[in-house]
């Protein structure tokens, strides 16, 4: 029999959550179960495909390579049926339902406004579902087609995926006022070697933030670093607080610096571009609200010219 026809759908998605939280307690705090009864909704899944899906033991949980494999399937089976609700609402005529985006932290663009301003105006019917994600996620629920489409950092491309180039921007090292070098004049980059230093969790986990990443590493920060976190506003935070030195895009902190809370430091060129992208996963069929806003976001990148799409600092 076709395992289509004898697999328990209930079984699958709590072995995704399972896969995804990696925690018996959390999965059934989640799904608002018994420990026992997911542990019990794993084994019976494993009996159904003939494969042990994971490792566990009181202090761990590991996805075994059929387990991994099998998350992958029906992760990609569940962001399908959770996107049937939208298609049939296309049916009715009206552009209605939900846009479903990942976004990465902090994406500061008119570009990025106008199209959701715009979208609203034309189409009030509709629901935006912005998640707030960092990069290797992104590309996880891209990939998994749990999401159509999404907006943030990109150094290397991945097959399977399209891309559109919204804006580049730079960073700049910044400290907070109640660290030693804030207001110097007089700093060359070799004041910063040994700084204790703030850093992004995707900075050291993917690619996306590559420029980040040499360039700190160039610095000589000191070591371990003071502060991580995926969100640009924690990591902002822990600036202002003077924690360390972190990087910030320089159009984001400039009111910061107006407002006397951050001191840029060297260098000061363009250093750290940044190229934020509209990625889509073309294989994902779009319901009719998420069909009109990539419509009207790639319009309005189009129509906006080269030079207006590169933010630097502002003197």
């Known amino acids: 029999m076709l395992l289509s026809k004898r697999i328990n759908w209930n079984l ?51 996805l ?28 009715e005529g009206t ?14 663009s008119p570009i990025i406004d106008l199209a959701f ?21 992104m590309l996880r629920a891209l990939t998994n087609r749990v999401i159509p489409f999404a907006i943030g950092p990109v150094h290397s491309k991945s097959p399977g995926l399209s891309y559109e180039h919204i804006f580049r921007e730079f960073c700049g090292f910044y400290c907070g006022r109640g660290h030693e070098l804030f207001g110097r004049t007089d700093l060359t980059v070799a004041d910063l070697e040994n700084q ?8 050291m986990e993917t690619d996306t933030l590559q420029s980040i990443s040499d360039l700190a590493r160039a610095m000589r920060f000191a070591q371990p670093f003071a502060g991580i976190s995926n969100n640009l506003e924690e990591v902002r935070r822990l600036v202002v607080a003077g924690v360390g030195i972190g990087a910030i895009p320089v ?19 363009d250093v750290m571009p940044i190229d934020i992208y509209l ?3 073309t294989k994902v069929r ?29 003197d």
């Open 12 to 62: 699958l998605y709590t072995f995704v959550i399972l896969a995804e939280t990696g925690s018996l307690s959390r999965t059934a705090q989640i799904l608002g179960r018994g420990q026992p009864a997911i542990s019990a909704a794993l084994k019976k899944l494993e009996l159904q495909v003939g494969h042990a899906l994971a490792e566990r033991g009181p202090r761990y949980f590991r």
């Open 64 to 91: 075994t390579e059929a387990g991994r494999m099998l998350q992958r399937e029906a992760s990609a089976i569940c962001g399908t049926i959770d996107r049937i609700s939208g298609l049939l609402k296309d049916v």
């Open 95 to 108: 552009v209605t339902g939900e846009v479903a985006i990942a976004i990465a932290s902090h994406m500061t």
């Open 117 to 137: 301003a715009s979208f609203r105006r034309k189409h009030p019917r509709t629901t935006m579902n912005v998640a707030v994600t960092h990069s290797g996620e």
């Open 196 to 203: 204790s230093a703030i850093t992004y969790r995707s900075a």
């Open 251 to 269: 159009q984001i902190a400039a009111r910061d610096v107006r407002d006397a809370l951050l001191w840029r430091l060297p260098p000061h060129e």
């Open 279 to 281: 990625i889509v996963n």
């Open 286 to 314: 779009l319901n009719s609200a998420e069909a009109a806003f990539l419509e009207m976001l790639r319009t309005t990148i189009r129509e906006t010219p080269e030079d207006q799409r590169v933010y630097r600092e502002i």
